[in-house]
Nanobody, 115 residues
Framework: VQLVESGGGLVQPGGSLRLSCAAS????????MAWYRQAPGKERDLVAT????????NYADSMKGRFTISRENAKNMVYLQMNSLKPEDTAVYYC?????????WGQGTQVTVVS
């Protein structure tokens, strides 16, 4: 299993970023995908999940209305569109999935929101 995130960067408050995750090594279309984030000195928190078809996204309360998770099963890709970014969104963002009892993580991509 390999998950490779991209798209992070430096952005001003109110700005937008689109994160991408390229998945390989498993049958992507059969698994729920998720984005997590970890701010400095804090635990890794769930941001959003999306079911196998992409029809049922779910979000942590603080992201509802600002973030959109989506997937393209034909390309083995999952995305996170982030709008109206706030300084408190600054974190390393991770793509993740669970196969059986094991959870897999990408290497993460840094998002920094600063004036």
């Amino acid at each position: 299993v390999q998950l490779v995130e991209s798209g992070g960067g430096l952005v001003q408050p109110g700005g937008s970023l689109r994160l991408s995750c390229a998945a390989s090594g498993f049958t992507f279309s059969r698994y729920v995908m998720a984005w997590y984030r970890q701010a400095p000195g804090k635990e890794r928190d769930l941001v959003a999940t999306i079911n196998t078809s992409g029809a049922m996204p779910n979000y942590a309360d603080s992201m509802k209305g600002r973030f959109t998770i989506s997937r393209e099963n034909a390309k083995n890709m999952v995305y996170l569109q982030m709008n109206s970014l706030k300084p408190e969104d600054t974190a390393v963002y991770y793509c993740s999935t669970s196969l059986g009892l094991r959870r897999y993580w990408g290497q993460g991509t840094q998002v920094t929101v600063v004036s």
